[in-house]
């Protein structure tokens, strides 16, 4: 195994972004026509800044997406599409974490449960395979690692130290400790150490706490996070206690994270049921980060507090409305590709 590999941060330069386009035979059914709207905005805002790499079903979903894309004069050249089979379209989850290095790459493959067993997902475990198959990713080193976890259950500064969330890897794997769950993700991710928050949660969100919804690192040292400041909202004490667990965290030279908090949306109910709506879901690409949106009153002041932790980029707001319908935002559709990919 090449020891020079390491986990880079989402800030590092990219060769693309990797989603799949939704279909009627995904979640996304029964409000498909909102939801291909997020997606072309989405493409829209990637390919003004690089390539994005779009899973397709078979050549008619092909014909269907292009044609959209198109007509909503989306930059082409910077589009290329795959075919892969899919259950659903949340890459962030099913997709490659890619380590990189001075001679190469490594594509981690680990088991994907459908979130603990709680959804049908044996193509979207198969959905790196069939892409070293048949995709663009052919000829690339690979490895299975037969064991659960998802690109949104960790997060990475690029510098070796590997952020997650404790009820997301014991709802996965309850018989093992946290000394070995530790051992197990600083060996497969190449990382110097662990970072585990013990509180944290957003109504209506089935990945048991993903870090990608909760807290960030970003370039300045800092951890941008969702915070509450609604003393009568049922997540005010909870992300109270994880504000704590951030600001007690160090460093790797001892000294306390930036903190970046993020605002409050207020509840945004779908037939009364509570949407979990997370600015913390927010994608990074070269020269720009994508932020979501959801017509709450605090999305512009998210924006800012995203882009002040990420300076010398271009921020673009994403409507992501239509996504928390299925429990998920930006972040958790997509799946950036690393520079050293394209090498």
Not at 82 to 99: F, H, K, M, V
Request: negative net charge; proline residues 5%; charged residues 25%.
């Amino acid at each position: 195994m090449n020891q020079t590999l390491r986990f880079p941060a989402e800030w590092e330069a990219q060769s693309g972004v990797l989603i799949a386009w939704p279909t009627a035979d995904t979640d996304w059914a029964d409000r498909l026509g909102q939801v291909e709207e997020t997606y072309i905005a989405l493409v829209a805002a990637i390919t003004r800044f690089q390539p994005v790499l779009i899973c397709v079903a078979d050549d008619d979903v092909e014909t269907y997406a292009e044609m959209r894309l198109r007509s909503n004069r989306i930059d082409m050249d910077r589009v290329r599409f795959t075919t892969a089979a899919y259950d659903d379209t949340w890459l962030r989850d099913s997709g490659p974490i890619t380590l990189t290095g001075p001679d190469g790459v490594l594509l981690n493959d680990y088991r994907f449960t459908g979130w603990g067993g709680k959804f049908g997902a044996a193509q979207d475990d198969a959905i790196i395979a069939g892409l070293l198959q048949h995709g663009v990713l052919s000829g690339l080193p690979h490895r299975r690692i037969d064991w659960a976890l998802e690109g949104g259950g960790i997060e990475s500064d690029g510098k070796g130290t590997v952020l997650t969330t404790w009820k997301c890897l014991n709802q996965r794997h309850p018989s093992l400790s946290r000394e070995a769950m530790t051992d197990t993700l600083a060996t497969t991710l190449h990382a110097d150490r662990v970072l585990w928050l013990d509180h944290g949660y957003l109504e209506g969100d089935d990945t048991d706490a993903h870090i990608d919804t909760l807290a960030r690192f970003s370039p300045d040292g800092g951890i941008v996070y969702q915070a509450c400041d609604d003393a009568s909202d049922p997540h005010f004490d909870e992300l109270g206690r994880m504000a704590a667990e951030l600001a007690a965290l160090r460093t790797t030279d001892g000294r306390p994270y930036t903190l970046h908090p993020l605002p409050w949306a207020e509840p945004i109910l779908d037939e009364g049921r509570r949407l979990a709506a997370s600015y913390a879901n927010y994608l990074i690409v070269n020269g720009a980060v994508l932020v979501p949106a959801y017509g709450a009153r605090v999305d512009a002041e998210a924006a800012r507090i995203i882009g002040q932790a990420h300076p010398g980029r271009e921020v673009v707001q994403v409507p992501c409305r239509p996504l928390i319908w299925q429990n998920g935002s930006l972040h958790c559709i997509t799946m950036q590709l690393p520079a050293d990919i394209a090498k």
